[in-house]
């Protein structure tokens, strides 16, 4: 089994029975725990991928800030045109 790993903002990740299991701590104690099974951790992981791909090529995306800054950076992006503030 792997050991508990630290990703950052209070995150934790470690994999229990087969599932991706997730915490946010605050030094103290355990604050929320999710679970992810397989198919949603490949979800996440593929939206990921999209995401950036779309954003590794802002010049080809017009004046595209989704992920440079705040999310409320967004508005900017025409592949999102759902987004609003």
């Not at 209070?10 to 725990?33: M, Q």
Request: with cysteine.
């Amino acid at each position: 089994m792997l050991e508990k790993q630290y990703m950052g903002d209070g995150v934790y990740a470690v994999i229990e029975a087969g599932l991706v299991k997730l915490t946010v701590e605050d030094g103290v104690a355990v604050r929320h725990t999710i679970f992810l099974e397989p198919k949603v951790m490949n979800a996440v992981v593929s939206y990921y991928e999209m995401a950036k791909a779309h954003h590794s090529g802002q010049a080809a995306h017009g004046d595209c800030t989704c992920w440079t800054g705040t999310m409320m950076d967004r508005t900017t992006c025409p592949v999102h045109p759902e987004v609003e503030v």
